[in-house]
Structure formats: structure tokens, C-alpha cells
């Protein structure tokens, strides 16, 4: 019976629950069973919430009842810990803030109590959302639940890996450069970036507040919809909210899924982040889907974005940037960690010895580089120059999407890397994002589905695609399509090709 | 601190061209914050008016309150200035621990407001114009609290605590540009000038402009130049300034003590300094270098200012009487001589007396009295006369002062008592017994005594001499201990002597 | 090649109020210059006719009603403070002048 629970999507469970032919509390208890069983390998949850099974039981009360409850009432969820949650400890990954309780719940998940989901728990990240790889989590690495040796991307690695392990159906992530997309793509799951400002911030830990975007994550593209669905709208208490009426992205990715075909769909191919420098699987995978499309009746168009070769760069000037200002909060005076040097010393001193000890090599990085960045003298040179090429990547965007619907990209360069393969070098995990970055830099919407399994290494392959700010329905008509076509090419959804037990020294 | 070197005002003016520049902080009374939704409160218990955008909770995000950015722009006109079409807040990034997210939300180089001018009047009739560079939106920090060392100042504190009820209450900061040409009017232009950003945001009712309790705020840069030159000298910039007095003392001060470093073949530090009221000193503070590096950039969190010109025009319309039409209007409306009038603009209590005519009392009274006994207590305490009493409590004792209950000298007793915190002054009257004895069988029976003991008295009195009834007044007086109306008194003296 | 010393790095690690140890300082001065060197890039095309964009998907006058709303207790307010005395955050002495 609770094997059965885990394998069943979020849309799923929530028509079991609806017909009453389960309970919230067994669905709950059954992926908590789960993450006892298997997260001990896989790593996921920092923290699990032992409200849990109280909460879903008062959900199958209000429905024993009679009361009308939402969609998805009785669903469990997983939290990514860059979230501030009332009940359970929130530390975005770092020992700066190791048992710290939020007097006060993110929007977001204040909106998926009201919906009824169920909080599972709190997912591991890279410590403060820095990383590709979980590898920067103060916490120990999360694991690939398709092999163990290998990473679960990035910074969102303990979502993906908890829905990619069927410890979640869903779970919230954020994405700054592609923290929820990339950790989708080594996971073989589904990961959906707004457009930003669809979704609220307020309660996500900012790392760099111009490209942070809070979304959800999945093992359907139906799934992230009805979660998305959730989680947007405007919220008066995050100032760069839109106020936009959304479409339902459910009813996108459900009309998606009934669609024959992709006839008269421009597709833009980005010349810029895909070929030679990707690794083969990846490359297969993407040609592989080209010809799916083609097949389909979409037209491909070659996109030339001039300026995306700038775009890791602008990144990593303007997030350090913003970052180390976002996080000269943490400064032991109202909230977590304190070090007091030896022999006492002044506020300074202590403010000084507590940022060394409770931040990560990573963190401080940054935050080294980001102060430089805004220092005097080094403005414009860097900052400035940065948010000039913004306005380039966003032309480049705007001149694309007039000749295309959407574009698509290879998710990233390759697949799930091995523990320790790019620690020593900042650079090249920072060219890991090149893919994901531009989307960021723009603000528009973006989202990657598992599209193949690459031959070399037997690791899931995912496929991004982007559309204009605001057509974020487009992106869940058009990726349900291809994921209904896939499936029925391969006989059965794609996660059901996700090894059962995590797997460990290798997938194939 | 050891006592600086001054060198004789005079003496200084004539070797040296003080140059002044004012940076004036506006604390706005709206309800609620800049950029959260706390109370905008004074005297709260500690660390209660918060929501976790005071406390830069993680993940907290700030929204900017649309009545401070109101206020902010027709603070903006009523300078004079240019409304900016598009304005942005920016970060400043430095580490306190009174501010909560160690970077204040300030505006950089997009203000709200631009290039205007405030009229000002002094004491000697001078009319100066101070030219306003910029005025911009910020937040407040919190308050900290020194603990432990002998005088509970930041030397030699053991630990401090902090309060953040103030952290994030709306500020506007009014920035001049370089004011010249003030000469030996200088100090007098500080302060003047401080004193009509006070009666401009009173008017527009968007400060409680209390300096004593920070609501209006002044740092004065001064600098010298040796006459004939054309270069700025290097400036030093003092800061907690307030009281409208201590602006202009601190002011002279500097000059002074600028002057005789220069004198000597010293130079000037760029600094900080700080003001003491009790010293009437300045002392070093942090030295400004390039190691003060705010890195500035845009507010993410925050979207620009962008006023439609409707709205502008709409606030313009709104705006009060300037000061200095407002003073002339005054000035006629209370039939006032320009001595009498000036008296009430010099101690910088036009509002008060105003305010104390509105409530109905007669205008030389009321001027009487602020300019009077409550001037003279505050310069005694070195406060701001409006700080000490309220105009309602102020007309509350002229009343009894013309219904009879109190005579002058009572009514002074009367007025340090509310000022003391006694309570309300018919109260005191009460608890105290100070009221006048208006019961003429008790006067009559002590004139009574008094003519008796003073025969002669007695007898010159009936020769006409009525002078000599100053004696006997005198000794009634003396025998009720004050609590008498001398004109009364009189009265009855000239009467039983003529029976 | 930039022009990050190791005093420039001491600096913004005091600017940034980390106190970073000698080893650290070492080698984060070799990997800046190395990241710098390769983020300095986005110099080569902006130009002085590109306008900033600093918001993504631009708003503006994005206000709030002076209306008091979301208010934390004190116990709330202290409640993950490191050390708090009388309803205030302690901190040690503080060094220097008040700003």
C-alpha cells in the first residue's frame, strides 16, 4: 500500500483524497515512511516536521466533515529550507542560522497551509542558495537518488532529490540561476522558474534579490502547475510582486497534455548554450527531443544571442553584489549564531569572529567578491557594466521571441557530476550555469522537463525552455505536450525510470 | 576632553570666511514606518513596535509606505525644490548594531527632491536665502543603550542593548549647499535656518519636530577660508546638535576653534565631532576617510518613485503659508511692534505663541510669557522653551490669571510647577493653595494692623499722599505671603485710611 | 589582470566584518583575481549608450497604506535573539562613536 502512496503525482493523491479513497494522514505517513527508509542514503531533509501527521489528520476531519476543501488538500509537500517556516528550524543551508525558528511563515507556504498541503519538512541546499552541487550545504551533501556518488544539482539538490526518491510529490524550490532547473535536470524531474516577480518573495532568504524566484518542483509538469497555481499571485508584502491576474497553469498543462501535436510552434534553438563544449549524452538527448519536435510540427529556428556570452559574467558581478549586502543581516545581534572571540572584544570583533565561523568557503567568497564589486572606484567598472548587460540579454531576449514562441537549451552542460569534481575550481561550477543564467538575468520564465538518460553514465537529461515575462502558461501547454509524447515513445512516464532503491556506485 | 583653544569671535572673522553647510533630519509622524508596517511611536516599551522588516528578519522585504513619500514631496515644494519625475532608493551599506539589516535604505544619486531655496529671516532683520541641494527619503535606526562605565556614554560601556522601535521611522534629510557670505550672521543662520525647517514641517503637519526627542535633527559642517582666497577650506561635521540654541553655540563654536588651529599653522581634520550641551563644546568623533565606503547600489527590493504630475500639483496646492509670509500676517494680526515681534521669532517660538493665540488668549500675554518666565527656564536648562509646557496648560494659567485666581508672581510659581511635571495647573493651584486671597474681610483686617502700626503712614495718607500707601501695601503683601492682588490691596488701603 | 592584493582583500573582509584567517586571505586573493579576470569581461560591451536595468520586469510606485498591520510581539522579537536583557538586544561594548 505505501509503496503504491509514493508513486502516485500530487494530481494523483489529490483525487484519491477528494473521492476519500485515502486519507491525508496515510499519504502523509507514507512518504514520511519513505524518507525514513531512504534518506538516510539520499540526504534531503534537514528537518522534518512533526506536526505533520496531526495536521493531515485535521484535514481528513474537515473533510469527514463535509467542509469544502481545495484541490490539492491532504498533498504533502517539501519545503526548500531558504523558506522561513513557523514550525519547523529554517537555516538555508548554513550554521550562521543552525536552529533558528521564523516568528513568521513565507507567503508562500502560508499559502500552501491554506491550500491544506501537508509540510513534510525542510529540504538541504547549498549553504544560502550558493552552489550547483548541495556540496556547499553546512549540512553534508544531499545525494542523487539515481546514483549516489554524483550530485543532485544545485542549489535546490534536497528538493529534487526528495521528489526524484518519491519522498515528496512536489516540493518548493527558489531559483537565482537555476537552483530549481538544474538540480530538475540531474534528477530527471521537473522544475518550473516564474516569471519573476509571479510569485512572492517575502519569507525566502534572499541571495540576490533582482534574480531570486521562488517555484515549484516535481516529478509531472501537471504537478509543478497545480503547485504553481498554489504559491503566485500578487502579495502586497514583496514590493517587486506582480499584480497580474494568472491564467490557471493546471489548466495550461492540462490542455498541453490533451494537444495531438505542436503544429505551428516556433521553436528557437540558442546557439549560444548548447554544442560542442556540452557533454554527449547531453547533446544526444537534446537532438533526440529536436526530432521529437520536429516530428510533431514545430518549427526550429536558430537563435543568435549575441550577449549571452556575458551573462555568467554579469551574474556573478551582480549576485555576489547584492548577496553581500543581503546577508550583512546575519551579524549575531537579533538572530542566530554568536561568536564571541576569546578574551571578549567589542561589537566588532564579535560581528567578525561570528560571519567567520558561521559562514561556508563559498559564502564568504562571495560576499568578498560582491564587496568588491560595490566598492568605490569599482562601480562601474563591474556593478554598472553588469546591469548594462542585463538590457543586452533582455534585447537579445526580446529580438528572440519575435521570431520564436519559446526557446529551448540542453538544462545544463552535463549531467549529474561526481561529489568533489568541481569544489576546487569557483570558475568552472560557476560555468556550470551558462545554460540557466540568461532566464535569471531577464526575469522571464523558464523550466526543465526530463527529456532522455544520457548512454555514457546512464543519468537523466533534462531539456530547458523559456518564453517571454509573463507566458509562463505557455511554457506548461507546451512541456505537457512533449512529456505526453515522451511517454508514450517510451511506454511510461519518465520517472518511473528512476531506480526504486537509490541507487548507489552507479545507475546502470 | 581637554578644553580647545578658541580663538576671539571678532578676532576670527576677521582672518577667516566661515562657510556653513546643514544637513537636517526630518522624522515624519506618519502611522507607520518607511518601509514596514510598525508604529511610527515614541516612548513605546522596547523592541515592541516591530514587524520583521524592522528586525531584518531573513526573508523580510521592505514596502514603502505611500503617506511618507507624500509628505516627502510637499516637504520637497515647501523648500522650493524640484520633484524629481523618477527617484530611487539605493542601499548604504555599512555595519552598526543599531541598524538591523546593517544597511540603511537611503536614495543616493536619483533623491526625491532638487535644487530649492528657504527664505529666512534674522534677528536683525537680514533676509537670507539658503540653497537646498537635495532632499531625500531614508530610515531611521534603533537606539542603543550604553551599560556599565561611569558615564553611560559609548567610552568605556561594559555592554550596550538595543532597541529598534525607532528603526525604520521615515526620515526626509534636507541637505543645503555651501552658505556664504553669512559672515558674523553666521551662527545666527544656522539657527535661524533650523528654526524654519521646524515652523515649515509644522505647518505642513508632517513632523512633530520635537528636537528634544530627535525628531528634527542637525548636523552642522563648518569650514574656514582665510580671507582673500578662493578655496574651501577642509570642513569638520558636528553632529547631535539639538536644540535650535546649541545649532547656532555650536556653530560659533567652530569657528572659533577652527579659526585658532589655523591661526597657529595647524590644519583642520575632516571629521566627525560630536556636540555637548553641558560643555558647550565640541569633541572628535570618527575621521572621515576613504575607509567610509558605503558601496551605494540600487534597492532591489524597492521600485522607483515615480509621482504623477497631477499628484505634485495636487500637494502643491495643499501646502501651508510660508514662515516668512506667515510671520509678516502675524506680526500684523497681533498689532506688534518689530521689537516685540522679533523677541518671539528670536527665541524661536512663533509656533507657540501661535498656537496659545489660537486657543484664545490675548496676544501680549502670550507672548509675555513664552518669551518671559518659560524662555528664561529653559535657557536655564538649556532646552527648547516648547518642549517644557504645553500651549493648552500655558493658557490654562492666564486664564486664572484674569479670572482673578492668581496674580503674576503666582502664575510663575504656577508655570515651574507644570513644567516640573506637577499635573495641570488648576490642579497645583489646588494642591499647592496658591491662589490669591480675594477675601476682602482677611485683607481688610491685616491693612487694618499695618495702618495701625504705621500711624505716620496713616496720617500722610490723609494729607493726600497717597504714595505713602506703598508702605502699607508692602507690609500687606508681605503678610499674606504673595497671595494677595496688589491692586486690590490698594484699593482698600486708600479706603479704610479715609474713614 | 586585476589589481587584488591581499591588503585589498583584508580590507573588504574588514568592510564585510569577517574575520578571515591568513590562510583564507591567501587563497581567496588568488581565486578573486582569477573570477575578476574573467567577470571584468562585461566591460567589452557596455557601453555608455546601454541604460542599467536593475529590476528585471519594472514596476514603479509600488506602495503601501499608512495603515499598522503585522506587528511582533517583544517575546517575538527577542525570541531568536543570542542574548537579550530588559526587552533589548544585548551586544558587547561597541568601539568608537556612534554613527
Known sequence: ?508 | MSKAKLMDFEKALELFEPVIGLEVHVELNTKTKMFSSAPNEFGSEPNTNLTPVCLGLPGSLPVVNAQAVRYSISLGLALGCEISPSSVFARKNYFYPDMAKNYQISQYDKPIAENGSVEIELANGRVVHVPIERAHMEEDAGKLTHVGGSTGRIQGAEYSLVDYNRAGVPLVEIVTRPVFGGEADTPAIASAYVSTIRDIVIALGISDARMDRGNLRCDANVSLRPRGTEKLGTRTETKNVNSLRSVERAVRYEIQRQAAILADGGSILQETRHWHEDTGATSAGRPKSDADDYRYFPEPDLAPVEPSRELIEELRAQLPEHPTLRRRRLKAEWGFSDLEFQDIVNSGLLTEVETTVAIGVEPQAARKWWTGEIARIANERGVDAGSLITPANLAKVVALVDEGTLNDKLARVVIGAVIDGEGEPSAIVQARGLAIVSDDGALIEAIDAALASQPDVLEKIREGKVQAAGAVIGAVMKAMGGQADAARVRELVLERASQ | MSDISADTVRHLAHLARIDLSDDEVAHLTDELRVIVDNIAKVGEVATPDVPATSHPIPLSNVYREDVVADVLTQEQALSGAPEANDGRFTVSAILGEEQ
Open chain 1, 1 to 508: 500500500m505505501a509503496s503504491e502512496i509514493i508513486d502516485l503525482t500530487a494530481a494523483e493523491l489529490a483525487t484519491k483524497l477528494a473521492a476519500k479513497e485515502l486519507s491525508a494522514e496515510d499519504a502523509t505517513k507514507a512518504h514520511l515512511d519513505r524518507i525514513s527508509e531512504v534518506d538516510s542514503d539520499v540526504r534531503a531533509f534537514l528537518a522534518i516536521n512533526e506536526h505533520a501527521l496531526s495536521t493531515a489528520r485535521e484535514i481528513d476531519a474537515r473533510r469527514a466533515s463535509g467542509e469544502k476543501l481545495g484541490e490539492l488538500a491532504g498533498v504533502p509537500l517539501a519545503v526548500k529550507d531558504v523558506l522561513v517556516t513557523t514550525d519547523m528550524p529554517t537555516t538555508s543551508g548554513s550554521k550562521i542560522l543552525e536552529g533558528w525558528m521564523s516568528p513568521y511563515d513565507a507567503t508562500v507556504v502560508a499559502r500552501c497551509r491554506q491550500a491544506d498541503l501537508v509540510p513534510l519538512g525542510k529540504t538541504n541546499m547549498d549553504e544560502f542558495a550558493m552552489g550547483s552541487s548541495t556540496e556547499h550545504s553546512a549540512y553534508g551533501p544531499t545525494r542523487n537518488p539515481w546514483n549516489l556518488d554524483r550530485i543532485p544539482g544545485g542549489s535546490g539538490g534536497g528538493s529534487a532529490a526528495a521528489v526524484a526518491a518519491f519522498e515528496a510529490p512536489f516540493a518548493l524550490g527558489s531559483d537565482t540561476g537555476g537552483s530549481i532547473r538544474q538540480p530538475a535536470h540531474v534528477t530527471g524531474t521537473v522544475g518550473f522558474k516564474p516569471t519573476y516577480g509571479a510569485v512572492s518573495r517575502y519569507g525566502a532568504i534572499a541571495l540576490a534579490s533582482s534574480l531570486d524566484q521562488v517555484g515549484p518542483c516535481s516529478r509531472t509538469v501537471l504537478d509543478s502547475a497545480l503547485l504553481h497555481d498554489v504559491i503566485a499571485g500578487h502579495d502586497h508584502h514583496d514590493s517587486t510582486s506582480l499584480t497580474d491576474q494568472w491564467p490557471s497553469m493546471a489548466a495550461a498543462a492540462r490542455e498541453g497534455a490533451r494537444a495531438e501535436n505542436l503544429k505551428g510552434l516556433r521553436v528557437g534553438v540558442v546557439k549560444q548554450i548548447q554544442g560542442d563544449g556540452f557533454q554527449q549524452g547531453v547533446r544526444d538527448g537534446f537532438a533526440k527531443t529536436l526530432e521529437l519536435l520536429v516530428a510533431a510540427g514545430a518549427e526550429i529556428v536558430e537563435i543568435d544571442a549575441p550577449h549571452f556570452e556575458y551573462a555568467v559574467a554579469a551574474y556573478y558581478l551582480i549576485l555576489p553584489a547584492e548577496a553581500s549586502s543581503n546577508l550583512a543581516k546575519f551579524d549575531s545581534v537579533r538572530f542566530g549564531l554568536r561568536v564571541t572571540p576569546a578574551g571578549g572584544g567589542t561589537v566588532e570583533d564579535v560581528m567578525s569572529a561570528t560571519r567567520e565561523a558561521g559562514f561556508g568557503p563559498e559564502v564568504k567568497r562571495r560576499i568578498i567578491l560582491g564587496t568588491y564589486a560595490l566598492s568605490a572606484g569599482y562601480y562601474d567598472a563591474y556593478y554598472g557594466s553588469a546591469q548594462k548587460v542585463r538590457t543586452l540579454i533582455q534585447r537579445d531576449f526580446d529580438a528572440a521571441f519575435t521570431q520564436a514562441d519559446i526557446l529551448i537549451s540542453p538544462t545544463a552542460p552535463t549531467t549529474a557530476f561526481a561529489f568533489g569534481e568541481k569544489t576546487k575550481d569557483p570558475l568552472e561550477m560557476y560555468l556550470n550555469d551558462v545554460t540557466t543564467i540568461p532566464a535569471n538575468l531577464a526575469g522571464i520564465p523558464a523550466m526543465s522537463i526530463p527529456v532522455d538518460v544520457a548512454a555514457e553514465d546512464g543519468l537523466p537529461v533534462g531539456l530547458q525552455l523559456m518564453a517571454p515575462a509573463r507566458a509562463d502558461d505557455r511554457l506548461y501547454r507546451v512541456s505537457a505536450t512533449i512529456e505526453r509524447m515522451l511517454e508514450e515513445a517510451a511506454g511510461m512516464p519518465f520517472y518511473a525510470r528512476a531506480p526504486k532503491t537509490p541507487a548507489k556506485g552507479g545507475a546502470k
